[in-house]
Protein backbone atom coordinates (compact mmCIF):
# COMPACT_ATOMS: atom_id res chain seq x y z
CA UNK A 1 0.00 0.00 0.00
CA UNK A 2 1.11 3.64 -0.45
CA UNK A 3 0.56 4.65 3.02
CA UNK A 4 2.60 6.13 5.67
CA UNK A 5 6.04 8.39 5.33
CA UNK A 6 9.21 7.66 6.77
CA UNK A 7 8.16 9.46 9.95
CA UNK A 8 5.02 7.90 9.94
CA UNK A 9 6.41 4.61 9.27
CA UNK A 10 8.95 4.73 12.13
CA UNK A 11 6.49 6.02 14.65
CA UNK A 12 3.73 3.55 13.82
CA UNK A 13 6.60 0.98 14.53
CA UNK A 14 7.97 2.31 17.85
CA UNK A 15 4.06 2.45 19.31
CA UNK A 16 4.66 -1.46 17.53
CA UNK A 17 7.29 -2.58 19.19
CA UNK A 18 6.02 -1.82 22.83
CA UNK A 19 3.46 -5.07 22.15
CA UNK A 20 5.40 -6.99 19.49
CA UNK A 21 7.08 -8.88 22.07
CA UNK A 22 4.43 -9.63 23.88
CA UNK A 23 2.94 -11.68 21.55
CA UNK A 24 3.47 -15.36 20.85
CA UNK A 25 3.99 -14.65 16.66
CA UNK A 26 5.85 -13.52 14.02
CA UNK A 27 5.33 -10.15 13.18
CA UNK A 28 6.41 -9.10 9.46
CA UNK A 29 5.79 -5.72 8.08
CA UNK A 30 5.68 -5.11 4.10
CA UNK A 31 6.22 -1.53 3.79
CA UNK A 32 6.92 0.95 1.03
CA UNK A 33 10.63 1.10 -0.34
CA UNK A 34 11.00 4.56 0.59
CA UNK A 35 10.87 3.32 4.44
CA UNK A 36 12.51 -0.08 4.34
CA UNK A 37 15.88 1.89 5.52
CA UNK A 38 14.46 3.71 8.59
CA UNK A 39 12.10 1.02 9.44
CA UNK A 40 14.33 -1.86 9.45
CA UNK A 41 16.72 0.43 11.61
CA UNK A 42 14.16 1.16 14.06
CA UNK A 43 13.34 -2.81 14.11
CA UNK A 44 16.99 -3.64 14.58
CA UNK A 45 16.85 -6.28 17.88
CA UNK A 46 13.24 -6.66 18.07
CA UNK A 47 11.20 -9.73 16.37
CA UNK A 48 9.71 -7.43 13.89
CA UNK A 49 11.18 -8.50 10.57
CA UNK A 50 10.83 -6.12 7.38
CA UNK A 51 10.19 -6.86 3.92
CA UNK A 52 9.10 -5.03 0.50
CA UNK A 53 6.20 -4.95 -0.92
CA UNK A 54 7.45 -5.70 -4.44
CA UNK A 55 10.49 -6.28 -6.99
CA UNK A 56 11.67 -6.48 -10.22
CA UNK A 57 12.26 -9.15 -11.60
CA UNK A 58 15.40 -7.20 -13.34
CA UNK A 59 18.43 -7.40 -12.05
CA UNK A 60 19.23 -3.50 -13.07
CA UNK A 61 18.61 -1.72 -16.23
CA UNK A 62 16.23 1.39 -17.46
CA UNK A 63 13.45 0.32 -15.73
CA UNK A 64 12.66 3.55 -14.43
CA UNK A 65 9.94 3.02 -10.81
CA UNK A 66 11.17 -0.42 -10.51
CA UNK A 67 13.39 -1.79 -7.64
CA UNK A 68 15.55 -4.67 -7.77
CA UNK A 69 15.73 -7.63 -5.21
CA UNK A 70 19.47 -6.24 -4.67
CA UNK A 71 18.57 -2.77 -3.91
CA UNK A 72 15.78 -4.20 -1.78
CA UNK A 73 18.18 -6.46 0.28
CA UNK A 74 20.75 -3.80 0.45
CA UNK A 75 17.74 -1.47 1.94
CA UNK A 76 17.41 -4.12 5.07
CA UNK A 77 14.11 -6.47 3.80
CA UNK A 78 14.05 -9.69 4.75
CA UNK A 79 11.43 -10.58 2.26
CA UNK A 80 9.19 -9.65 -0.34
CA UNK A 81 5.70 -9.83 -0.93
CA UNK A 82 5.33 -10.74 -5.07
CA UNK A 83 2.36 -11.79 -6.80
CA UNK A 84 -0.33 -9.44 -4.83
CA UNK A 85 -3.51 -9.31 -6.87
CA UNK A 86 -2.97 -4.80 -7.17
CA UNK A 87 0.06 -5.99 -8.66
CA UNK A 88 -1.13 -8.57 -11.32
CA UNK A 89 -1.44 -7.87 -14.79
Same mark, same amino acid.
Given at each position: ?? $??? &? @???? =? =??????????? $? $? +? %??????? =?? +??????? #? +??? @???????? $?? *???? *? %? #?????? *???? &??????? =?????? *?? /? /??
Amino acid at each position: KM $NKT &I @TEAV =F =FVEALKAIAPK $N $N +C %GVYLGVP =FT +CIDAVAK #A +CAG @TPIVVGAQ $NM *SDKA *S %G #AYTGEV *SGDM &IKEAGAK =FVILGH *SE /R /RQ
